[in-house]
Protein backbone atom coordinates (compact mmCIF):
# COMPACT_ATOMS: atom_id res chain seq x y z
CA UNK A 1 0.00 0.00 0.00
CA UNK A 2 1.39 3.20 -1.05
CA UNK A 3 -0.26 5.99 0.32
CA UNK A 4 -1.34 6.11 4.07
CA UNK A 5 -4.86 6.55 4.96
CA UNK A 6 -5.10 10.11 5.80
CA UNK A 7 -3.34 10.70 2.73
CA UNK A 8 -5.84 8.86 0.74
CA UNK A 9 -8.87 10.30 2.74
CA UNK A 10 -7.52 13.80 1.98
CA UNK A 11 -6.91 13.51 -1.57
CA UNK A 12 -10.64 12.33 -1.94
CA UNK A 13 -11.89 15.22 0.02
CA UNK A 14 -10.17 17.38 -2.54
CA UNK A 15 -13.03 16.84 -4.79
CA UNK A 16 -15.36 18.41 -1.97
CA UNK A 17 -18.45 16.72 -0.64
CA UNK A 18 -19.69 14.37 -0.73
CA UNK A 19 -16.31 12.82 -0.49
CA UNK A 20 -16.80 8.61 -0.89
CA UNK A 21 -14.37 6.31 -0.38
CA UNK A 22 -15.39 3.27 -2.03
CA UNK A 23 -14.77 -0.66 -0.62
CA UNK A 24 -11.87 -0.99 -3.31
CA UNK A 25 -9.89 1.50 -2.10
CA UNK A 26 -10.56 1.25 1.88
CA UNK A 27 -9.81 -2.66 1.45
CA UNK A 28 -6.10 -2.54 2.11
CA UNK A 29 -6.42 0.17 4.84
CA UNK A 30 -9.05 -2.44 7.04
CA UNK A 31 -8.15 -2.33 10.36
CA UNK A 32 -7.75 -0.83 13.79
CA UNK A 33 -7.09 2.75 12.29
CA UNK A 34 -10.12 2.42 10.07
CA UNK A 35 -12.50 1.29 12.47
CA UNK A 36 -11.61 3.97 14.88
CA UNK A 37 -12.27 6.07 11.90
CA UNK A 38 -15.80 4.53 11.71
CA UNK A 39 -16.13 4.60 15.31
CA UNK A 40 -15.31 8.29 15.08
CA UNK A 41 -17.74 8.70 12.53
CA UNK A 42 -14.63 10.49 10.04
CA UNK A 43 -16.18 7.82 7.47
CA UNK A 44 -19.95 6.69 7.72
CA UNK A 45 -20.74 3.34 6.00
CA UNK A 46 -23.27 3.75 3.19
CA UNK A 47 -26.26 1.34 2.25
CA UNK A 48 -24.36 -0.90 -0.48
CA UNK A 49 -23.84 -0.03 -3.73
CA UNK A 50 -27.28 -1.17 -5.93
CA UNK A 51 -25.63 0.47 -9.46
CA UNK A 52 -22.49 0.93 -10.84
CA UNK A 53 -21.21 3.46 -13.40
CA UNK A 54 -21.37 2.21 -16.75
CA UNK A 55 -18.36 1.27 -19.01
CA UNK A 56 -15.80 3.67 -19.99
CA UNK A 57 -15.23 2.62 -23.18
CA UNK A 58 -18.60 1.31 -24.75
CA UNK A 59 -21.76 3.18 -25.56
CA UNK A 60 -24.41 1.05 -24.21
CA UNK A 61 -26.42 4.58 -23.56
CA UNK A 62 -27.84 3.90 -19.86
CA UNK A 63 -27.12 6.19 -16.84
CA UNK A 64 -25.75 3.04 -14.47
CA UNK A 65 -25.46 -0.75 -14.78
CA UNK A 66 -28.05 -2.25 -11.88
CA UNK A 67 -26.06 -5.01 -10.13
CA UNK A 68 -27.04 -8.67 -9.89
CA UNK A 69 -26.40 -11.32 -7.45
CA UNK A 70 -24.10 -14.25 -9.43
CA UNK A 71 -23.59 -16.71 -6.25
CA UNK A 72 -21.49 -15.38 -4.06
CA UNK A 73 -20.03 -12.34 -5.70
CA UNK A 74 -22.44 -9.23 -8.14
CA UNK A 75 -22.19 -8.67 -11.25
CA UNK A 76 -22.58 -5.17 -13.10
CA UNK A 77 -23.71 -6.29 -16.76
CA UNK A 78 -23.23 -4.56 -19.70
CA UNK A 79 -25.97 -5.01 -21.89
CA UNK A 80 -24.09 -3.97 -24.89
CA UNK A 81 -21.27 -6.56 -24.50
CA UNK A 82 -20.68 -8.98 -22.08
CA UNK A 83 -17.16 -8.71 -22.10
CA UNK A 84 -17.49 -5.75 -20.49
CA UNK A 85 -19.52 -6.93 -17.43
CA UNK A 86 -17.80 -6.15 -14.35
CA UNK A 87 -17.44 -8.74 -11.57
CA UNK A 88 -17.45 -7.55 -7.85
CA UNK A 89 -17.48 -8.82 -4.45
CA UNK A 90 -19.38 -7.71 -1.08
CA UNK A 91 -16.68 -5.19 -0.49
CA UNK A 92 -16.51 -3.58 -3.68
CA UNK A 93 -20.39 -2.85 -3.28
CA UNK A 94 -19.22 -0.93 0.05
CA UNK A 95 -18.93 3.15 0.25
CA UNK A 96 -17.80 5.25 3.35
CA UNK A 97 -19.05 8.92 2.71
CA UNK A 98 -16.17 11.19 4.46
CA UNK A 99 -17.44 13.71 7.01
CA UNK A 100 -15.53 16.93 6.34
CA UNK A 101 -16.61 18.52 9.29
CA UNK A 102 -15.55 15.84 12.11
CA UNK A 103 -12.38 15.13 9.92
CA UNK A 104 -11.29 18.78 10.73
CA UNK A 105 -12.18 18.01 14.64
CA UNK A 106 -10.00 15.08 14.57
CA UNK A 107 -7.01 17.17 12.78
CA UNK A 108 -7.49 20.39 15.72
CA UNK A 109 -7.17 17.49 18.61
CA UNK A 110 -4.53 15.62 17.45
CA UNK A 111 -2.99 18.68 16.95
CA UNK A 112 -3.42 19.66 20.31
CA UNK A 113 -5.90 22.33 19.45
CA UNK A 114 -8.00 22.71 22.27
CA UNK A 115 -11.13 24.73 20.55
CA UNK A 116 -13.00 23.09 17.70
CA UNK A 117 -12.90 24.44 14.66
CA UNK A 118 -15.25 27.26 14.04
CA UNK A 119 -16.74 27.00 10.21
CA UNK A 120 -15.48 30.25 8.32
CA UNK A 121 -17.49 29.78 5.07
CA UNK A 122 -18.77 26.35 3.57
CA UNK A 123 -16.17 23.92 4.12
CA UNK A 124 -13.24 26.40 5.90
CA UNK A 125 -12.65 26.35 9.08
CA UNK A 126 -10.87 28.89 11.32
CA UNK A 127 -8.32 26.48 13.80
CA UNK A 128 -7.63 30.06 15.84
CA UNK A 129 -4.17 30.76 16.71
CA UNK A 130 -1.98 28.23 16.76
CA UNK A 131 2.07 27.56 17.11
CA UNK A 132 2.65 30.91 16.24
CA UNK A 133 1.07 34.50 16.17
CA UNK A 134 -0.76 33.68 13.17
CA UNK A 135 -4.48 32.41 12.42
CA UNK A 136 -4.86 29.11 10.95
CA UNK A 137 -7.60 28.58 8.45
CA UNK A 138 -8.27 24.68 6.80
CA UNK A 139 -9.90 24.13 3.38
CA UNK A 140 -9.90 20.79 2.16
CA UNK A 141 -11.57 21.15 -1.42
CA UNK A 142 -10.61 23.13 -3.96
CA UNK A 143 -14.10 24.51 -4.54
CA UNK A 144 -13.73 25.82 -0.87
CA UNK A 145 -10.56 27.08 -0.89
CA UNK A 146 -11.83 28.84 -3.98
CA UNK A 147 -14.60 30.30 -3.00
CA UNK A 148 -15.51 34.01 -3.44
CA UNK A 149 -14.83 35.60 -0.22
CA UNK A 150 -12.86 33.39 1.66
CA UNK A 151 -10.01 35.95 1.61
CA UNK A 152 -11.97 38.99 3.53
CA UNK A 153 -13.76 36.44 5.77
CA UNK A 154 -10.01 35.33 6.98
CA UNK A 155 -8.46 38.36 7.53
CA UNK A 156 -11.85 39.44 9.41
CA UNK A 157 -11.46 36.77 11.68
CA UNK A 158 -7.59 36.68 12.02
CA UNK A 159 -7.83 40.85 13.44
CA UNK A 160 -4.83 42.17 11.86
CA UNK A 161 -2.28 38.32 12.99
CA UNK A 162 -1.06 37.28 9.92
CA UNK A 163 -3.06 34.12 8.22
CA UNK A 164 -2.19 30.81 7.09
CA UNK A 165 -4.28 29.06 4.86
CA UNK A 166 -4.21 24.74 4.72
CA UNK A 167 -5.73 24.01 1.35
CA UNK A 168 -5.04 21.46 -1.30
CA UNK A 169 -2.58 22.33 -4.13
CA UNK A 170 -4.09 25.30 -6.38
CA UNK A 171 -3.85 26.44 -9.60
CA UNK A 172 -1.45 29.23 -10.16
CA UNK A 173 -4.15 31.95 -10.52
CA UNK A 174 -5.93 31.23 -7.01
CA UNK A 175 -2.35 31.11 -5.45
CA UNK A 176 -1.46 34.66 -6.89
CA UNK A 177 -4.61 36.00 -5.04
CA UNK A 178 -3.59 34.41 -2.11
CA UNK A 179 -0.08 36.07 -2.62
CA UNK A 180 -0.79 39.12 -3.03
CA UNK A 181 -3.12 39.27 -0.26
CA UNK A 182 -0.58 38.45 2.32
CA UNK A 183 -1.90 35.13 3.02
CA UNK A 184 0.56 31.71 2.94
CA UNK A 185 -0.81 29.09 1.26
CA UNK A 186 0.34 25.54 2.52
CA UNK A 187 -0.72 22.51 0.99
CA UNK A 188 -3.04 19.98 3.17
CA UNK A 189 0.16 17.34 2.02
CA UNK A 190 2.83 19.60 3.43
CA UNK A 191 1.18 20.44 6.41
CA UNK A 192 -0.46 17.26 7.93
CA UNK A 193 1.02 14.25 9.31
CA UNK A 194 4.94 15.26 9.49
CA UNK A 195 5.64 15.25 13.26
CA UNK A 196 4.66 11.64 14.88
CA UNK A 197 0.92 12.04 14.28
CA UNK A 198 -0.64 10.77 11.68
CA UNK A 199 -3.43 13.62 12.18
CA UNK A 200 -1.50 16.56 13.44
CA UNK A 201 -0.96 19.79 11.83
CA UNK A 202 2.78 20.43 11.97
CA UNK A 203 3.16 24.08 13.12
CA UNK A 204 6.67 24.55 11.59
CA UNK A 205 5.07 24.49 8.60
CA UNK A 206 2.09 26.80 8.84
CA UNK A 207 4.79 29.94 8.69
CA UNK A 208 7.02 31.32 6.08
CA UNK A 209 10.41 30.94 5.65
CA UNK A 210 12.27 34.34 5.80
CA UNK A 211 13.68 34.99 2.45
CA UNK A 212 16.79 37.46 3.52
CA UNK A 213 18.26 39.52 0.43
CA UNK A 214 21.68 38.89 0.70
CA UNK A 215 23.83 42.04 1.98
CA UNK A 216 26.60 40.59 0.27
CA UNK A 217 26.83 40.39 -4.12
CA UNK A 218 29.72 38.96 -5.03
CA UNK A 219 30.99 37.53 -9.18
CA UNK A 220 34.04 36.57 -9.22
CA UNK A 221 34.31 36.36 -13.23
CA UNK A 222 33.11 40.05 -13.27
CA UNK A 223 35.00 40.98 -10.20
CA UNK A 224 31.65 42.78 -8.81
CA UNK A 225 31.17 43.59 -5.45
CA UNK A 226 27.91 45.07 -3.98
CA UNK A 227 27.30 45.46 -0.56
CA UNK A 228 23.96 46.76 0.70
CA UNK A 229 23.55 48.01 -2.64
CA UNK A 230 26.66 49.80 -2.70
CA UNK A 231 28.79 48.43 -5.88
CA UNK A 232 32.92 48.76 -5.07
CA UNK A 233 35.58 48.91 -7.32
CA UNK A 234 38.69 46.32 -5.38
CA UNK A 235 42.34 45.74 -6.01
CA UNK A 236 43.14 42.74 -6.46
CA UNK A 237 44.54 41.33 -3.55
CA UNK A 238 41.36 43.01 -1.38
CA UNK A 239 38.70 41.03 -3.69
CA UNK A 240 40.65 37.73 -3.32
CA UNK A 241 40.98 38.09 0.73
CA UNK A 242 36.68 39.27 0.35
CA UNK A 243 36.09 36.29 -2.02
CA UNK A 244 38.07 34.00 0.46
CA UNK A 245 35.97 35.10 3.06
CA UNK A 246 32.83 35.01 1.50
CA UNK A 247 33.38 31.36 0.96
CA UNK A 248 34.38 30.65 4.04
CA UNK A 249 31.24 32.39 5.85
CA UNK A 250 29.59 30.22 3.75
CA UNK A 251 30.65 26.86 5.08
CA UNK A 252 31.33 25.71 8.46
CA UNK A 253 35.28 26.84 8.82
CA UNK A 254 33.85 30.87 8.91
CA UNK A 255 37.60 31.72 9.77
CA UNK A 256 40.31 32.36 7.33
CA UNK A 257 44.14 32.00 9.24
CA UNK A 258 46.92 34.07 8.12
CA UNK A 259 48.55 31.21 6.28
CA UNK A 260 44.74 30.65 4.18
CA UNK A 261 44.92 34.36 3.25
CA UNK A 262 48.73 34.87 2.01
CA UNK A 263 47.50 31.49 -0.16
CA UNK A 264 44.98 32.68 -1.57
CA UNK A 265 46.59 36.22 -2.32
CA UNK A 266 50.09 34.85 -3.53
CA UNK A 267 49.66 31.36 -3.90
CA UNK A 268 53.34 30.10 -5.13
CA UNK A 269 55.12 33.04 -5.16
CA UNK A 270 54.66 33.15 -1.19
CA UNK A 271 58.36 33.60 -1.01
CA UNK A 272 58.37 36.72 -2.37
CA UNK A 273 55.01 38.55 -0.16
CA UNK A 274 56.39 41.56 1.03
CA UNK A 275 53.54 42.95 3.10
CA UNK A 276 51.78 41.00 5.73
CA UNK A 277 47.75 39.32 5.47
CA UNK A 278 47.02 41.79 8.56
CA UNK A 279 48.01 44.58 5.82
CA UNK A 280 45.39 43.61 3.21
CA UNK A 281 42.17 42.88 5.53
CA UNK A 282 42.89 46.40 6.90
CA UNK A 283 42.67 47.88 3.09
CA UNK A 284 39.79 45.48 2.40
CA UNK A 285 38.15 46.96 5.66
CA UNK A 286 39.00 50.59 4.68
CA UNK A 287 38.18 50.25 1.06
CA UNK A 288 34.27 49.12 2.38
CA UNK A 289 33.79 51.47 4.90
CA UNK A 290 35.02 54.75 2.58
CA UNK A 291 31.86 53.64 0.28
CA UNK A 292 29.50 52.74 2.94
CA UNK A 293 26.35 54.80 4.11
CA UNK A 294 26.75 52.93 7.71
CA UNK A 295 30.64 53.17 8.43
CA UNK A 296 30.34 51.90 11.53
CA UNK A 297 28.51 48.58 11.14
CA UNK A 298 30.60 48.08 7.80
CA UNK A 299 33.51 48.46 10.40
CA UNK A 300 32.29 45.76 12.51
CA UNK A 301 31.86 43.55 9.05
CA UNK A 302 35.14 41.80 9.17
CA UNK A 303 36.18 39.93 12.21
CA UNK A 304 39.72 39.20 13.74
CA UNK A 305 40.33 36.38 16.73
CA UNK A 306 43.45 35.79 17.93
CA UNK A 307 44.78 32.57 16.95
CA UNK A 308 41.83 32.05 14.86
CA UNK A 309 42.29 34.54 11.69
CA UNK A 310 39.71 36.97 10.60
CA UNK A 311 36.06 36.15 9.48
CA UNK A 312 32.97 38.13 7.88
CA UNK A 313 30.40 38.76 10.82
CA UNK A 314 27.59 37.88 7.86
CA UNK A 315 25.41 34.67 7.97
CA UNK A 316 25.36 32.24 5.04
CA UNK A 317 22.11 33.54 3.55
CA UNK A 318 23.29 37.25 3.58
CA UNK A 319 26.14 36.67 1.03
CA UNK A 320 25.51 35.45 -2.63
CA UNK A 321 28.98 34.46 -4.27
CA UNK A 322 28.87 33.49 -7.86
CA UNK A 323 31.40 32.52 -10.41
ZN1 LIG B 1 -21.18 -1.24 -21.76
Same mark, same amino acid.
Given at each position: ??????????????????? !? *?? $??????? @? /? #??????? %??? +?????????????????????????????????????????????????????????????????????????????? !? *?? $??????? @? /? #??????? %??? +??????????????????????????????????????????????????????????????????????????????????????????????????????????????????????????????????????????????????????????????????????????????????????
Amino acid at each position: MSESLETLLLRLSEAGEPA !T *LW $GRQAKPH @F /G #SEFERLL %ARR +ILVEQAPATEWPVCASCECGIVARPIQAAGDRHIAPCPYDHRCDVSLDDDDLRSFRIDGAVLIKEIAAASGIGNEPEP !T *LP $GVWHFGP @F /G #SKRTIFG %AFS +ISAATQPGLIVAMKALARGQPVTLVAPPLPTSERQHFRQAGIHLVAVGDAIGHNGSAWALDPSRLVPEIVVAPRLVITRSAKFVSLDDIDYALSDQTFKLLCLLAARARSDQPFAATRDIEQEIWGSSLHRVSRSARDVVRELREALVAGASDRDAVRRLIENQRNRGWRLTLVADAIDLRD
